[in-house]
């Protein structure tokens, strides 16, 4: 039966009354379904079958091969919002290209990740633009605008932003919290969201895993409050895979999943990701929240509105007049997206340090020495598509120079394992069959290769690349002999070099696995000491390899080994180092081993392996550079010390290697800039990376005071660059500035130049940035040629959160407006007087204090109020927490001189635990006002008010202090007089 002729099919209807009328013709139970990620179809009306999610973070993924564009860590270093536009329409348009022949591929994409590079010990480092809230919020706006498209009406995909909120640590993600006062929440995290939502290039987000201030991100009353309050567009929450099921399991936050799935949907989830493709659970969950009278059928109708206004903008009930329906095969691996990958790549490159040595010279003679764990291999992530083609940078540089100038030694240690009765560990030869990546809705569901004999023992030895890639995991490979002929150019299949070791699921060691990977890593062992032997530890099964009688196998018992090293990798380097004019060595990481999605690092060391490389690289020839390839910073001073060249770039995709050749010979003049402080050491990070009190904490480069290694948004090129004739002019009408300056090519190449532009308050009445991002421009310039760069600025730039008054603002007083190439390479510098009222001190005997609008704090942590909405302070049973409220006005005498008497202050307080704690209230001049004693209200959301007479308030404005004793919650405190 047709239904083209009900009005949902009515093209010319708006979309909105077309949403109500197919809305009106589902019944409850097609409306429950449609709430799960997999929502059926309805033959009656013509529906089909829809899934959320779609991953697509830079490149189609999951789903087998497609174009690889760098890191998203690497797009946020090219600092260039129209290439990161063009990335994203790429990958929008392969989208649509794929799902031609595979309707498993999504239009609904979870991408960007736009979670802040707070900590670069965050194991998803690779996966965000930046740690500034600016560069990070026009770069998502940039990529997201390529996906959706430009048509006024219909989305070429629709983006869902990730991961909502205040989310930058995977150990314990799921049961964590994050503490983020308000001035953080609303200067710092929430600004990279706001800005793709405001632009209309998004279509919603998903919340994270972790909670905030005791909250879970999936109950988070910010979902309405803030996400839902910046754009008029229905927007769409998508919850996390899993995370409907830990408001229960993991979090202990409801007793119930009824509870649990009415109280997300109410704040706001509208489809849930949960139990992968089985939607019967959720949906038994949402009829027993509704039988319970939790929810009721308008908040079905709500979630499922925003999810049909997303269809409908998908073009999926109009294929005639969706101007994407047409896109397929012929778009998909084109000319034009190799070109992109190639561009993107180049532009991610930054040039750390140069002391002449780059660019190299081709004299047609001169031989170069490519060295190192990646020096002939491209990485992939969690989040990346598979290969169609791609080029290392031995490969490049082979087609560059030719074979004969080119030296290659990965740098591996070459070691044999013998086990405890004397007989050697053997990989057997077998004709190994390349397998089809057909992709998977959840690759973390896949299982390793069974198709090939166990690696056993024997009486002859095989060789094993051995390779440290820090924190004791190792890999081992099985090494083939060399070919006579390098791989082929672009060629998807596995590398040169063998196969790695790997654990299947019925538990035998094979060589079987082309590179490291899966959700779970089957690659990676630990050596355990045993005697004058070692056992050999599966990091994935948390057992030890044992020899059975049909191979090896893990087991809880551990068969001992002794590993006789063959050839040390330094060795090899500083050979290949020796014979060559010029060494290139490149380190970094596996985005699958250490950081990575569920495993954050623990330093920012570069591994003791590769440190060794560089150093007998360096020791062997002068002439060395580094090149690390890595998904996050690392402290590497003494190879900023002692070496001539260092550049920096995120794994870089198919074309990696080719744009590495390209800067390196001065094809291309690097201009990537850092998009994240690389610090010195581990001493300059907070202590905790759970630490999000970037404020207190010193964190990033707007509140750092030490010296980094290299300074957010350094880069260095092989042109050099003039700054001159800043100046300024306000325009009070519009609230805007206009800074405008005037830079020159002083060198004598082409190049391109990042433009930067930061403010600074010169005299702040709060803890404000050192200096913070307000624009910034890449452009390109010839040799000598000028360009005037004008940027206009809405004055709000120059505001904060003001938590004694609970609303943004900009006060008077003297600013600086910075323009230079790096957020510590200043060249111009202007100030700006801004006039009016000076602020007012804190109300407190009007307002009252809300606990979390603190000024400074020490011991506390920040909690739920209650389960649906509002903050409250905690203090531990052992240490005393304490609050500082700057400014607070408690009156003025009356004309006889006296003050406002005695008085009484109120407290909003909870304490789950038996017994009493105190709240001590000092002010700054350590003068004591009062003692409250909170007793036990039998449970964290039984508030109590707790009265304490003030015999005489204070005239005048004062710091207030408090000091929390003993385990307890504060809510609020009011005077009355």
């Known amino acids: 039966m047709t239904t083209d002729h009900l009005p949902f099919r009515v093209e010319a209807q708006p979309v909105s009354q077309r949403v109500d009328d197919l809305l009106a013709r589902l019944t409850l139970d097609e409306r429950i379904a449609m709430l799960h990620q997999f929502a059926p179809a309805v033959p009656r009306l013509g529906l089909a079958a829809f899934r959320t999610g779609q991953e697509a973070l830079h490149g189609v993924a999951w789903m087998g091969p497609a174009t690889v564009f760098p890191q998203a ?19 929008g348009t392969e989208v649509r290209a794929m799902r031609k022949w595979n309707e498993r591929v999504g239009l609904n994409v979870w991408a960007p990740t736009v979670n802040l590079l707070r900590d670069p010990r965050w194991g998803r480092n690779e996966e965000g633009y930046s740690e500034d809230p600016r560069l990070t919020a026009s770069i998502a706006t940039a990529y997201t605008r390529g996906l959706r498209g430009d048509h006024p009406t219909y989305w070429r995909t629709a983006p869902v932003l990730k991961h909502w909120l205040a989310h930058n640590n995977e150990t314990e993600r799921d049961t964590t919290s994050s503490s983020v006062r308000p001035r953080v929440l609303r200067e710092y995290d929430l600004e990279a969201f706001r800005g793709p939502i405001e632009a209309g290039t998004a279509i919603g987000v998903m919340p994270a895993y972790n909670l905030v201030n005791g909250r879970p991100n999936h109950v988070s009353p910010l979902l309405r409050e803030q996400l839902r309050a910046w754009t008029d567009q229905e927007l769409v929450v998508c919850s996390d895979a899993g995370a409907p099921s830990n408001l229960v399991n993991s979090e202990h936050y409801y007793d119930t999943h009824e509870e649990a799935t009415a109280a997300a949907l109410r704040a706001g989830v509208d489809s849930f990701t949960d139990h992968d493709q089985d939607s019967s659970q959720i949906i038994a969950r949402l009829h027993g929240a509704l039988d319970r009278g939790l929810i009721d059928e308008s908040d079905i109708d709500t979630a499922v509105r925003r999810l049909l206004t997303m269809r409908f903008l998908l073009g999926e009930f109009d294929p ?11 778009s998909f691996d084109t000319p034009g997206h190799r070109a992109l990958a190639q561009e993107s790549a180049e532009q991610a490159v930054v040039l750390l340090k140069n002391d002449g040595l780059l660019p190299l010279a081709d004299d047609g003679e001169n031989t170069v020495a490519v060295v190192g764990l990646l020096a002939d291999d491209l990485k992939l992530d969690w989040y990346s598509g598979s290969f169609i083609r791609r080029t290392t940078l031995r490969e490049a540089l082979v087609e560059r120079l030719g074979a004969d100038r080119v030296i290659y030694a990965e740098g591996s240690d070459t070691v044999r394992l013998r086990a405890a009765d004397g007989s050697w560990v053997q990989v057997p030869e077998s004709a190994v069959a390349e397998q089809q990546d057909e992709g998977s809705f959840n690759p973390a569901n896949a299982t390793g290769r069974t198709d090939l004999p166990p690696v056993t023992t024997g009486d002859t030895p095989t060789d094993l690349a051995l390779i440290d890639w820090g924190g004791g995991a190792l890999t081992l490979r099985a090494i083939e002999k060399e070919r006579e002929a390098l791989p082929q150019k672009g060629g998807g299949g596995r590398r040169v070099g063998g ?79 020796r014979r060559a004019g010029t060494v290139i060595v490149v380190a970094g990481n596996d985005a699958h081993i250490n950081g990575r999605e569920t495993e954050d690092r623990t330093t920012l060391a570069l591994p003791p392996h590769q440190d060794r490389l560089w150093r007998a690289a360096h020791a062997a020839n002068p002439r060395t550079a580094l090149v690390l390839s890595a998904a996050y910073p690392y402290a590497v001073p003494e190879a900023d010390d002692r070496l001539p060249a260092l550049l920096w770039t995120a794994h870089g995709g198919q074309a990696g290697g080719t744009a590495l050749a390209r800067v390196l010979y001065g094809a291309v003049s690097p201009a990537g800039r850092l998009p994240q402080t690389w610090y010195a050491s581990d001493a300059d990070l907070p202590n905790q990376l759970l630490d999000y009190d970037i404020i207190s904490a010193g964190a990033t480069y707007l509140y750092f005071r030490g010296t980094p290694l290299y300074p957010f948004g350094h880069g260095l090129s092989y042109a050099s660059f003039s700054y001159r004739d800043l100046t300024l002019t306000q325009d009070p009408d519009a609230a805007t500035l206009i800074a405008s300056f005037t830079i020159t090519n002083t060198g004598d190449v082409a190049a391109d130049e990042v433009v930067q532009l930061y403010t600074r308050e010169s005299d702040p009445r709060v803890t404000r940035p050192g200096r913070q991002l307000a624009a910034y421009r890449r452009l390109r310039l010839d040799p000598g040629l000028s360009e005037t760069v004008t940027f206009t600025l809405p004055l709000h730039v120059l505001g904060f959160w003001d ?23 200043i060249r111009l510098t202007a100030t700006l007087k801004l006039d009016g009222e000076p602020p007012a001190p804190r109300p407190v005997l009007v307002r009252g204090l809300e606990a979390a609008d603190f000024d400074a704090q020490t011991a506390t942590t920040l909690v739920d109020r209650t389960k649906v909405r509002g903050d409250a302070v905690a203090s531990g049973a052992d240490t005393p927490g304490r609050l500082v409220f700057r400014t607070c006005d408690f009156g003025a005498r009356d004309t006889a001189g006296t003050s406002t008497g005695s008085a009484s202050v109120i407290l909003d307080a909870a304490r789950a635990e038996p017994g009493e704690a105190t709240v001590e209230l000092h002010l700054g001049d350590g003068t004591h006002l009062a003692t409250a004693r909170v007793p036990s209200t039998g449970g964290p959301y039984a508030y109590t008010a707790v009265r304490v007479a003030v015999p005489e308030l204070p005239d005048g404005v004062h710091d207030l202090h408090i000091t929390l004793r003993g385990a307890l919650r504060l809510a609020r405190l009011s005077f009355s007089g």
């Open 803 to 825: 938590v004694a008054h609970g609303h943004w603002t900009v006060d008077p007083g003297t600013y600086e407006i910075l323009a230079g190439a790096s957020s510590t390479d």
């Open 499 to 577: 196969l790695y070791l790997t654990v299947a699921g019925d538990g035998y060691v094979r060589a079987a696995a082309d590179r490291p990977g899966g959700w779970i890593v089957q690659e990676t062992f630990t050596l355990e000491s045993h005697g004058e032997s070692h056992l050999l530890k599966h990091t994935g099964s948390g057992q030890y390899i044992s020899v059975a009688a049909d191979g090896l196998k893990v087991a809880a018992q551990g068969t001992p080994f002794s590993v006789e090293v063959v050839r040390r990798g330094e060795d090899a380097v500083a050979e290949a180092a």
């Open 320 to 330: 005639d007049q969706d101007p994407y329906a047409g896109i397929g095969e012929e």
């Open 73 to 91: 860590v690497g797009l946020g270093a090219t600092w260039n919002e129209d290439l990161v536009r063009r990335v994203g329409e790429a990958v």
